[in-house]
Protein backbone atom coordinates (compact mmCIF):
# COMPACT_ATOMS: atom_id res chain seq x y z
CA UNK A 1 0.00 0.00 0.00
CA UNK A 2 1.22 3.17 -1.06
CA UNK A 3 2.38 5.31 1.86
CA UNK A 4 0.23 8.17 3.29
CA UNK A 5 0.98 11.64 2.92
CA UNK A 6 2.19 13.53 5.49
CA UNK A 7 0.21 16.95 5.97
CA UNK A 8 2.41 19.82 7.37
CA UNK A 9 1.51 20.80 10.86
CA UNK A 10 -0.82 24.17 11.35
CA UNK A 11 2.47 25.25 13.19
CA UNK A 12 4.60 24.32 10.22
CA UNK A 13 1.78 26.67 7.82
CA UNK A 14 2.01 29.43 10.20
CA UNK A 15 5.93 29.54 9.93
CA UNK A 16 5.93 29.56 6.05
CA UNK A 17 3.14 32.62 6.30
CA UNK A 18 5.62 34.28 8.49
CA UNK A 19 8.59 33.24 5.70
CA UNK A 20 6.21 35.19 2.87
CA UNK A 21 5.31 38.00 4.89
CA UNK A 22 9.05 38.44 5.28
CA UNK A 23 9.98 38.25 2.14
CA UNK A 24 7.44 39.95 0.12
CA UNK A 25 7.91 43.20 2.07
CA UNK A 26 11.01 43.44 0.39
CA UNK A 27 9.81 42.85 -2.90
CA UNK A 28 7.22 45.92 -2.11
CA UNK A 29 10.24 48.04 -0.88
CA UNK A 30 12.77 47.22 -3.66
CA UNK A 31 9.92 48.47 -6.21
CA UNK A 32 8.79 51.30 -4.12
CA UNK A 33 12.59 52.31 -4.10
CA UNK A 34 12.58 51.73 -7.88
CA UNK A 35 9.53 54.38 -8.89
CA UNK A 36 11.24 56.97 -6.63
CA UNK A 37 14.71 56.51 -8.26
CA UNK A 38 13.07 57.06 -11.74
CA UNK A 39 11.12 60.22 -10.31
CA UNK A 40 14.52 61.21 -9.19
CA UNK A 41 15.95 60.67 -12.87
CA UNK A 42 13.07 62.79 -14.30
CA UNK A 43 13.11 65.44 -11.91
CA UNK A 44 17.00 65.83 -12.87
CA UNK A 45 16.63 65.74 -16.56
CA UNK A 46 13.65 68.39 -16.25
CA UNK A 47 15.88 70.97 -13.72
CA UNK A 48 18.90 70.36 -16.43
CA UNK A 49 16.82 71.97 -19.19
CA UNK A 50 16.59 75.71 -20.15
CA UNK A 51 13.56 77.09 -20.12
CA UNK A 52 14.92 79.76 -22.94
CA UNK A 53 15.44 76.67 -25.14
CA UNK A 54 11.46 75.63 -24.54
CA UNK A 55 9.62 76.94 -27.81
CA UNK A 56 6.22 78.92 -26.18
CA UNK A 57 3.00 76.70 -27.83
CA UNK A 58 1.63 80.73 -28.11
CA UNK A 59 3.77 81.24 -30.78
CA UNK A 60 2.11 82.02 -34.03
CA UNK A 61 -1.11 82.26 -31.76
CA UNK A 62 -3.84 85.58 -30.58
CA UNK A 63 -2.84 86.57 -27.63
CA UNK A 64 -4.92 85.07 -24.78
CA UNK A 65 -8.25 87.25 -24.24
CA UNK A 66 -7.69 89.67 -20.73
CA UNK A 67 -8.19 92.98 -19.59
CA UNK A 68 -6.24 94.43 -16.59
CA UNK A 69 -6.61 97.96 -14.74
CA UNK A 70 -3.35 100.37 -15.44
CA UNK A 71 -0.48 100.46 -12.42
CA UNK A 72 -1.18 103.12 -9.94
CA UNK A 73 -0.55 106.53 -11.20
CA UNK A 74 -1.19 105.38 -14.74
CA UNK A 75 -4.16 106.23 -16.95
CA UNK A 76 -3.98 103.70 -19.65
CA UNK A 77 -4.35 99.85 -18.73
CA UNK A 78 -3.74 96.97 -20.72
CA UNK A 79 -5.79 94.94 -23.00
CA UNK A 80 -6.03 92.44 -25.19
CA UNK A 81 -7.95 94.40 -28.11
CA UNK A 82 -4.80 97.23 -27.28
CA UNK A 83 -2.58 94.77 -28.83
CA UNK A 84 -4.43 94.71 -32.38
CA UNK A 85 -3.25 97.21 -35.08
CA UNK A 86 0.61 97.53 -34.42
CA UNK A 87 3.56 95.42 -33.79
CA UNK A 88 4.38 96.02 -30.24
CA UNK A 89 6.22 94.52 -27.44
CA UNK A 90 4.49 93.46 -23.93
CA UNK A 91 7.18 93.29 -21.31
CA UNK A 92 6.38 91.24 -18.21
CA UNK A 93 7.76 93.18 -15.26
CA UNK A 94 7.88 93.22 -11.37
CA UNK A 95 9.18 95.99 -9.03
CA UNK A 96 10.62 93.12 -7.09
CA UNK A 97 12.48 91.72 -9.96
CA UNK A 98 16.32 92.13 -9.83
CA UNK A 99 16.88 91.28 -13.12
CA UNK A 100 14.56 94.02 -14.75
CA UNK A 101 16.72 96.60 -13.98
CA UNK A 102 19.00 95.04 -16.02
CA UNK A 103 17.26 95.38 -18.99
CA UNK A 104 15.28 98.78 -17.87
CA UNK A 105 18.07 101.14 -19.80
CA UNK A 106 17.13 99.27 -23.08
CA UNK A 107 13.11 99.53 -22.58
CA UNK A 108 13.46 103.14 -21.92
CA UNK A 109 15.91 103.75 -24.75
CA UNK A 110 13.28 101.99 -27.41
CA UNK A 111 11.06 104.62 -26.10
CA UNK A 112 12.85 107.76 -26.20
CA UNK A 113 14.09 106.72 -29.71
CA UNK A 114 10.30 105.54 -30.63
CA UNK A 115 11.45 102.47 -31.88
CA UNK A 116 8.33 100.51 -31.25
CA UNK A 117 5.51 100.55 -28.50
CA UNK A 118 6.31 98.80 -25.49
CA UNK A 119 3.72 97.90 -23.16
CA UNK A 120 4.02 96.61 -19.69
CA UNK A 121 2.45 93.58 -17.89
CA UNK A 122 3.21 93.88 -14.28
CA UNK A 123 3.11 90.29 -12.24
CA UNK A 124 2.15 90.08 -8.77
CA UNK A 125 3.13 93.51 -7.72
CA UNK A 126 2.30 95.70 -4.47
CA UNK A 127 0.39 98.75 -6.18
CA UNK A 128 2.50 101.77 -4.47
CA UNK A 129 5.46 99.38 -4.98
CA UNK A 130 4.86 99.05 -8.79
CA UNK A 131 4.22 102.97 -9.37
CA UNK A 132 7.00 103.83 -7.13
CA UNK A 133 9.27 101.58 -9.12
CA UNK A 134 8.81 103.60 -12.53
CA UNK A 135 8.73 106.97 -10.89
CA UNK A 136 12.04 106.14 -9.97
CA UNK A 137 13.76 104.43 -12.62
CA UNK A 138 11.49 105.58 -15.86
CA UNK A 139 8.51 104.37 -17.39
CA UNK A 140 9.02 103.07 -21.08
CA UNK A 141 5.58 101.86 -21.09
CA UNK A 142 2.61 102.95 -23.59
CA UNK A 143 0.28 101.08 -21.46
CA UNK A 144 0.27 99.08 -18.32
CA UNK A 145 -1.24 96.26 -16.99
CA UNK A 146 -1.71 95.36 -13.64
CA UNK A 147 -1.75 91.66 -13.23
CA UNK A 148 -2.27 91.59 -9.27
CA UNK A 149 -2.68 87.98 -9.24
CA UNK A 150 -0.76 86.49 -11.84
CA UNK A 151 -3.62 85.02 -13.64
CA UNK A 152 -3.22 86.71 -17.13
CA UNK A 153 0.98 85.88 -16.81
CA UNK A 154 -0.20 82.31 -16.49
CA UNK A 155 -1.76 82.27 -19.55
CA UNK A 156 0.58 84.09 -21.37
CA UNK A 157 2.74 80.76 -19.95
CA UNK A 158 4.97 82.82 -18.76
CA UNK A 159 7.97 81.18 -16.57
CA UNK A 160 9.44 84.08 -14.41
CA UNK A 161 10.42 87.68 -14.56
CA UNK A 162 10.93 89.69 -16.84
CA UNK A 163 9.83 87.69 -20.28
CA UNK A 164 8.89 90.04 -23.34
CA UNK A 165 7.03 89.19 -26.37
CA UNK A 166 6.73 90.95 -29.62
CA UNK A 167 3.26 91.11 -30.90
CA UNK A 168 2.53 91.16 -34.50
CA UNK A 169 -0.37 93.18 -36.06
CA UNK A 170 -2.29 91.01 -35.86
CA UNK A 171 -2.92 90.51 -31.86
CA UNK A 172 -0.58 87.67 -32.44
CA UNK A 173 2.56 86.73 -30.31
CA UNK A 174 5.34 86.21 -32.97
CA UNK A 175 8.26 86.02 -30.79
CA UNK A 176 9.36 85.13 -26.51
CA UNK A 177 12.10 86.04 -24.87
CA UNK A 178 12.87 84.64 -21.56
CA UNK A 179 15.21 87.21 -19.59
CA UNK A 180 16.40 90.69 -19.50
CA UNK A 181 16.61 91.74 -22.89
CA UNK A 182 20.49 92.21 -23.76
CA UNK A 183 21.72 94.90 -27.05
CA UNK A 184 22.53 91.69 -28.40
CA UNK A 185 19.33 89.81 -28.03
CA UNK A 186 17.79 93.40 -29.28
CA UNK A 187 19.90 93.83 -32.80
CA UNK A 188 20.27 90.33 -33.53
CA UNK A 189 16.46 89.22 -32.64
CA UNK A 190 13.65 91.14 -31.75
CA UNK A 191 14.19 94.39 -33.93
CA UNK A 192 14.97 92.37 -36.75
CA UNK A 193 11.75 90.82 -36.51
CA UNK A 194 9.95 94.12 -36.08
CA UNK A 195 10.71 95.45 -39.02
CA UNK A 196 10.33 91.92 -40.93
CA UNK A 197 6.32 92.02 -39.58
CA UNK A 198 6.24 95.33 -40.00
CA UNK A 199 7.45 94.83 -44.08
CA UNK A 200 5.29 91.77 -44.22
CA UNK A 201 2.22 92.68 -42.00
CA UNK A 202 -0.10 90.30 -39.94
CA UNK A 203 0.89 87.30 -42.08
CA UNK A 204 4.29 86.79 -40.84
CA UNK A 205 4.05 85.26 -36.71
CA UNK A 206 7.03 83.09 -36.48
CA UNK A 207 9.87 82.41 -34.21
CA UNK A 208 13.78 83.42 -34.56
CA UNK A 209 16.08 80.48 -33.33
Not at 108 to 133: R, T
Not at 181 to 205: C, F, N, V, Y
Request: aromatic share 8%; charged share 25%.
Amino acid sequence: MPESLELPSASANERGARAGSRRFPFRGFAAALGVFAAIGLLLAYGLRLDPRRIPSPLIGKPVPEFSLPPVKGRALGLSSADLVGEVSLVNVFASWCVACREEHPILMQLKEQGVVPVHGLNYKDKPDDAAAWLDRHGDPYTRTGADLDGRVAIDWGVYGVPETFVIDRAGRIAYKHIGPITPEALQGKILPLIEELRRDGADTARRIK
